[in-house]
């Protein structure tokens, strides 16, 4: 049971353009939800946050919103770069003492030069 | 200078063999995890360690056992290694924050190939 799902396995971009990522998850219990990008070979690694009680956070080119009602958060990179191109994983944390990440199963982003 | 390192990064071996992954982060940080990506690219937890108790034990076969040492420290020990333990294994850190913040810092990954 998928409780974190990122449907679009793949995702083109031009350089310059707007890249949009998009997460839906199920569970009303998570609270706190985060992005990880990831290159081939490597660890994934943190890029942003939002905390439930947000709708919106905003760092450099990044951009995460979250629509609770919707139970969808989605990732805006702009402008988008080549070395952009990575596996961007959304993540979400729920409210147990242990704030364990539930992951999706991530998205490629290619941002074509 | 790296924040979190594994041990090796690849490893390959015969089935039934025991093997051990050895992961250390330098943040100073609390908490510390194993998940397993497989190969539809999930990455689930597996165990998780906050001050070196064992804080998350998710449905994992009993031949996997974490050990850690101490704070820095979290050891993935695998018993009669099996084909479908076959994945990319992370470790990751974390400093318990308030606001319920868990911002995860992950190592590159172990490679095991059981043949």
């Known amino acids: 049971d998928q409780q974190v799902k990122q449907n679009s396995p793949s995702l083109s971009v031009q350089e310059g353009r707007i890249s949009i990522l998009n997460c839906d998850y199920t569970?009303?219990?998570?609270?706190?939800f985060l992005w990880y990008k990831k290159y081939p070979a490597e660890g994934p690694t943190f890029l942003i946050s939002?905390?439930?009680?947000?709708d919106k956070n905003e760092d450099g080119r990044f951009t995460v919103f979250l629509n609770k009602s919707a139970k969808h958060l989605s990732l805006h990179i702009v402008p988008s770069q080549p070395g952009d191109s990575a596996v961007y994983f959304c993540?979400?944390?729920?409210?147990?003492?242990?704030?364990?990440?539930?992951f999706g199963s991530g998205t490629q982003l290619t941002v074509l030069p | 200078d790296t924040a979190v390192s594994q041990t090796p990064k690849y490893l390959v071996t015969q089935m039934g063999n025991d093997k051990s992954i050895k992961c250390e982060q330098n943040?100073?940080?609390?908490?510390m995890y194993w998940y397993k990506q497989d190969s539809k690219k999930f990455l689930k937890i597996m165990f998780s360690?906050?001050?070196?108790?064992?804080?998350i034990n998710e449905t994992v076969p009993n031949r996997f056992s974490p050990k850690s040492p101490d704070k820095a420290h979290l050891n993935l020990h695998i018993n009669s290694l099996e084909l479908g333990d076959s994945a990319v294994y992370f470790c990751?850190?974390?400093?318990?924050?308030?606001?319920?913040?868990?911002?995860?810092?992950f190592g590159p990954g172990t490679r095991l190939t059981v043949l």
């Open positions: 943040l100073g940080h609390d908490t």
């Open positions: 569970n009303s219990m998570f609270d706190y």
């Open positions: 939002i905390s439930s009680i947000k």
């Open positions: 993540a979400a944390a729920g409210t147990g003492s242990a704030r364990q990440l539930t």
């Open positions: 360690y906050n001050n070196k108790e064992l804080i």
């Open positions: 990751a850190s974390s400093q318990r924050l308030s606001g319920g913040r868990n911002e995860q810092f």
